[in-house]
């Protein structure tokens, strides 16, 4: 089978991503069931299973041999030229609890980092697109991020999802510094409909420490660097985009230097 290109494999994330929309609409007019992935902060739902479940047999059906790498577990082939990165529900809380603001994001990766990805947010119907080196898109629109140059005058997102009373510690020490060097503060439960809207210039930077991992970030973080942005490990250097943490910090470009000496002087103390 010849390499597909990065239109082709695009044709698969949105199709797949829009077979897990589907579920999260059905989703929305019947009681849905939570199950625990962690003593108190982290969920399960059907929806997020059952997302997953047609998701992943939309890219099998399409390219059988490729990994699959998924927030619920893996599946696919044994061709590791290409691995597929899957979040079926990204912001289960909201969706459990009837806040719109939850997506899906499908993204597939070579061993160059991402070739193209996806992000479907049911509640307002919008699907955010991305190729390498062939910009990122709402529908015909091309993104780009925000002009703002002023950390004081901007708008950051961030958040925490842990049982760990070290790691919440940490993060409020981040909460307070960005009350007192930005406009402000957002925690929206969402990171990768977050990075989606950092390329589209709707916020200006988000970061995540301890809790997002390679499903959350792998189509977001094309996106914003097709955006004219700027998203890497939150310590320096590329994001994970395998097993792990991945640690992110996403921003405009324009104020990025200034957002990571922030955090780094926070979390030293």
């Not at 019947?30 to 997302?51: F, N, P, Q, W």
């Not at 991020?145 to 009373?165: A, E, K």
């Not at 993060?171 to 930005?182: D, S």
Request: charged share 25%; glycine share 12%.
């Amino acid at each position: 089978m010849s390499t597909p290109t990065s239109d082709q494999l695009l044709e698969v994330c949105v199709a797949a991503a829009m077979a897990g929309r589907e579920v999260l609409v059905e989703g929305l007019t019947r009681a849905t069931a939570v199950h625990m992935k962690s003593e108190r902060s982290s969920i399960v739902t059907e929806v997020d299973l059952e997302s997953q479940r047609r998701v992943f047999a939309v890219i099998s059906d399409a390219y059988p041999d490729h990994v699959i790498m998924g927030e619920e577990g893996d599946g696919g082939g044994g061709d590791g030229s290409f691995t597929w990165i899957v979040d079926p529900l990204d912001g289960t809380s909201n969706y459990a609890s009837g806040i719109p603001f939850a997506c899906v994001s499908v993204a597939v990766r070579d061993a160059d980092g991402v070739v193209a990805g996806a992000i479907v947010e049911p509640f307002r119907d919008e699907c955010f697109t991305v190729t390498r080196g062939g910009g990122a898109w709402l529908g015909d629109r091309r993104l780009a991020v925000s002009d703002n140059d002023r950390l004081d005058r901007s708008l950051i997102t961030t958040g925490l999802q842990s049982d760990d009373p070290a790691q919440i510690t940490a993060h409020a020490r981040r909460i307070e510094a960005l009350h007192l060097h930005a406009r402000g503060p957002r925690m929206l439960g969402c990171p990768a409909l977050c990075l989606a809207y950092v390329a589209a210039g709707r916020i200006d930077a988000f970061f995540e420490r301890d809790a997002t991992y390679a499903w959350d970030v792998a189509a977001g973080s094309l996106m914003i660097h097709e955006a004219g942005g700027r998203c890497e490990d939150l310590d320096g250097g590329p994001v994970n985009l395998g097993r792990g943490v991945a640690n992110v910090l996403a921003t405009n470009g324009s104020i990025h230097d200034g957002l990571f000496d922030l955090i780094q002087r926070t979390d030293r103390g």
